[in-house]
């Protein structure tokens, strides 16, 4: 009679593990989205999977800053997902297709306090497109050069570094890139900068020492110079880049001199979305 009720009782346990399984499959339980509940003072930053092109959102203490908007409409797919409704900044390095052509979907549905473009202008459609749209909106529009500071927190700042001067023969050279420090832990974006915007930045005894780069350009052999990665000095490098690109990004030649410094790579054609979280003193990788 004993070992009977003790099989009736795992009976009827399985039966309810069985009816709660069904019961999830029939009504899809709400899944819980751990990326929309960041802690108080706690700093995330999403270099979104865009394809080949760029696009970084940095969030902390309900405030969302951009940097590029990648080709298409993958970057505002990724915003609506996350249920952002206000931007306190976006930031485009500079005005090439991979970098705006993402940014109509965002001026038109996404409200924005304030745009930094560097003082390039290009001659392609997605730029007078974006000129176009902004004008229509009337968003505030400054000029992102060196020397600029951007308020987004009290614990954080955030440094823009290049384009030094207006005197430029190359699109990529007007990148604008950005130090981001948050109390003892540190983040590079490099845009598309080159090799002579590098020379530019060290010349300026700029402190770049970061826990974090965003690989410049891609990946491509005409950034990312031996000087400027020892002054940098990264844990992390990461590289935004489409899988199986015409361009052959990244090139093998930064491959090695990443792997050679032992600095941990991420890759967005290989995983996708890297997302990274810090509480100031240390990083980590959300999965």
């Known amino acids: 009679m004993i070992i009977f009720k003790r099989h009736f009782k795992i009976y009827a346990v399985i039966s309810l593990l069985i009816f709660i399984l069904v019961l999830c499959i029939l009504y899809k339980l709400p899944v819980k989205n751990s990326l929309s509940e960041l802690k108080p003072n706690q700093l995330r930053i999403h270099y979104i999977d865009v ?7 940095i969030q902390i203490n309900n405030k969302n800053l951009l940097i590029d908007s990648g080709p298409d409409k993958k970057a505002y797919l990724y915003l609506r997902k996350l249920g952002i409704k206000t931007l306190d900044y976006v930031i485009i390095t500079h005005p090439h297709e991979d970098h705006i052509g993402g940014l109509n979907y965002i001026i038109k549905n996404i409200n924005t306090k304030t745009y930094y473009l560097p003082n390039v202008i290009s001659s392609s459609e997605s730029f007078k497109n974006v000129l176009q749209s902004l004008r229509s909106k009337n968003f505030n529009v400054s000029t992102g050069k060196a020397g600029i500071k951007i308020d987004l927190d009290k614990n954080l ?5 290049s384009p030094v001067n207006n005197l430029y023969t190359e699109i990529n050279h007007y990148s604008i890139v950005l130090k981001l420090n ?4 540190s983040f590079l974006f490099c845009g598309d900068s080159e090799i002579i915007n590098e020379e530019e930045i060290l010349s300026k005894g700029y402190n770049i020492d970061s826990d974090i780069i965003k690989i410049a350009h891609h990946g491509s052999n005409s950034s990312t110079s031996e000087n400027f990665l020892n002054e940098v000095s990264p ?7 489409g899988k199986d690109n015409e361009y052959g990004h990244p090139h093998k030649e930064t491959l090695l001199k990443l792997k050679n ?7 967005t054609d290989l995983q996708g979305t890297i997302v990274l979280e810090s509480d100031g003193y240390k990083i980590l990788r959300r999965k």
């Open 51 to 57: 394809g080949q092109g760029d696009a970084a959102l």
């Open 235 to 241: 844990k992390v490098a990461v590289i935004s880049v």
């Open 182 to 185: 948050f109390m003892e832990t």
């Open 157 to 161: 700042s955030l440094l823009m570094l």
């Open 261 to 267: 410094k032992n600095i941990q790579l991420f890759r």
